[in-house]
């Protein structure tokens, strides 16, 4: 339960941030500068990264083929208005091995420590001083899901791929990559009532792997003297560090307050 209660809090609060936002730029609940989503696989030769100029979908998938990577994602926001209750960040960071044995070991705002191997989860409340076995968190469950690098990754990029172009080839987190970018303003629509307002992502794709490796995704608008900005960032890095990306089970486990 304390997995769900934190997952819970964490979603209502970034969405009360987007939300609170994309409201004040446009007068509406609609992002500015969504376009048609495409589809995709991310497992077929179609989608080479670097192959059409286009952004394809579905491409988070592929960091399951990875042997391990460390990740961290971050969303922040900002507001000058009167009620800027909606000015803040958090931070999410861990590892992930997919082989030989699934494990991950996930450190949630800087507030709990969660350590999975196979099908068996542990969360520690004091920075990981001590440990309690939890059903909250095995393989493939929400509370789990919700906390790795891909969660936000196919409402925000996938579902934006066809507005995304290739800005160049780049080096990103020690990774060849393609860089794709987006860059949308309100326009006249926004200028009818006063705002000022731009949507920007970019995204590094791997050459080889096509795996995202890092990525923006964000808008900022300003209106009657007053500004607010929302965004989201991931990054990979340690790809198949053997030496690095190591989890291992706890040993200071104490009983689940009943």
Not at 94 to 114: F, H, S
Not at 115 to 138: E, F, L, P
Not at 234 to 254: K, L
Request: proline content about 3%.
């Amino acid at each position: 339960m304390i997995g769900s209660a934190n997952r819970t809090t964490r979603g209502l609060v970034a969405a009360s941030l987007a939300l609170a936002l994309v409201v004040a730029a446009c007068g509406s609940s609609t992002k500015p500068g969504i376009p048609v989503p495409v589809s995709g696989n991310s497992n077929n030769g179609g989608n080479n990264a670097g192959g059409s100029g286009s952004l394809m979908s579905g491409l988070a998938s592929n960091l399951d083929t990875l042997d391990s990577y460390q990740f961290s994602w971050q969303i922040t926001s900002a507001s000058t208005g009167a009620s800027a209750a909606d000015t803040g960040s958090f931070e999410t960071t861990g590892t992930v091995v997919n082989k030989p044995t699934l494990a991950y070991k996930v450190n949630d705002l800087g507030m709990m420590q969660i350590i999975v191997i196979g099908n068996q989860g542990w969360i520690s409340m004091d920075n990981g001083s001590t440990w309690m076995a939890s059903s909250d968190y095995s393989n493939g469950s929400s509370d789990l899901s919700s906390l790795l690098p891909d969660s936000m990754y196919g409402s925000d990029f996938d579902s934006n791929a066809a507005d995304f172009k290739v800005a160049g080839e780049e080096t990103k987190n020690g990774v060849d990559c393609i860089h794709y970018t987006d860059n949308t303003d309100l326009g006249l629509g926004g200028a009818a009532l006063g705002i000022a307002g731009n949507f920007t992502a970019d995204l590094w794709v791997a050459k080889s792997g096509n795996y995202p490796v890092s990525g923006f995704y964000g808008y900022s608008a300003s209106a009657g003297g007053q500004s607010g900005s929302w965004g989201y960032s991931f990054d990979i890095t340690n790809v198949n560090d053997a030496s690095a990306n190591v989890i291992t089970a706890p040993t200071n486990v104490t009983a689940m307050p009943s």
